[in-house]
């Protein structure tokens, strides 16, 4: 999966900070949902890893196509060490693989601050199912808690952009997502090339299910696209996602 033990011990600290550093890709079959790491409180978190035993985490590479979507860091300060979870993926063989080198059991709250509301080991666990599973499939991230299951369902869990209907398509297709926030939003189409050829929302939204838009086929200018593949990319306040599109004779 193209992960490599850089240091057997991370060396930072005992007690390293665990620091978000970019965004990553997760393969969902059919389109690709970029998933932000540096923000939330997914983005800095510590870990208690000198009490009772010594951890001495792991310190990983990464090669290939892999990424150290985290990084050890010394606790007050930016120094960075190693790769502290390593991610890969593959739209070719439609796959996703995530290694941290620290139990799940040793997060906490960033150091020195009060405890917050989402902690981050319950963002991080909702950031990443949301990058790699359907909204249908997203429930409460305690499963035995019943009784926060209504309020869950209130509102989406994630923002998600789900296959547009009909596709392929011929004149118009209807495009469907979820929003899980309140921010900017953008709807934009591109070509298989990768150029602009229509933005269809640029604006403030709240939260809600199922919005919808309709593509009349047209590009920018109000002219009708040619037969072919194009790509419909939502960006949102914790990523992008996209999908793509087939126009038909």
């Keep these: 999966m193209g992960v490599s033990l850089a240091h057997a011990n991370q060396g930072i600290n005992d007690n390293p900070d665990v620091a978000g550093q970019t965004t990553f890709g997760f393969d969902r079959g059919a389109a690709t949902a ?59 063989g439609n796959w996703n693989t995530i290694l941290a080198s620290f139990p799940w059991s040793d997060s906490r709250d960033r150091r020195n601050q009060a405890p917050g509301t989402p902690q ?13 599973l359907p909204a249908s499939c ?21 923002s998600v952009l789900h296959p547009s209907v009909p596709n392929p398509f011929n004149p118009a297709t209807t495009i469907h997502f979820d929003l899980a926030e309140s921010g900017r939003f953008r709807l ?3 070509d298989a090339a990768g150029r602009w050829v229509r933005t269809l929302i640029d604006a403030d ?18 002219r009708r696209v040619a037969v072919g593949v194009y790509f419909c990319k939502l960006d949102t306040p914790a990523g992008s996602q996209s999908q793509k599109l087939v126009v038909m004779k």
Excluded at 64 to 69: E, Q
Excluded at 120 to 132: C, N, Q, Y
Excluded at 138 to 158: G, I, K, M, Y
Excluded at 205 to 222: A, E, K
């Design 34 to 92: 970029n998933v932000n790491f540096t923000t939330g409180a997914r983005s800095l978190f510590s870990l208690n890893g000198g009490c009772a035993d010594r951890r001495d985490y792991d310190g990983l590479g990464a090669s290939g196509s892999a990424v150290r979507v985290y990084r050890f860091r010394q606790p007050g300060s930016t120094t960075l060490g190693d790769g502290a979870i390593v991610m890969n993926s593959s739209p070719a």
């Design 120 to 132: 981050p080991e319950a963002d991080l666990l909702s950031a990443i199912l949301g990058g790699v």
């Design 138 to 158: 997203l429930h409460s991230p305690n499963p035995t808690d019943v009784s926060e299951e209504p309020a869950t369902a209130a509102l989406p869990q994630r």
């Design 188 to 190: 934009r189409l591109y």
């Design 205 to 222: 939204m709240t939260p809600g299910w199922d919005r919808q838009v309709l593509w009349n086929g047209l590009d920018g200018s109000g």
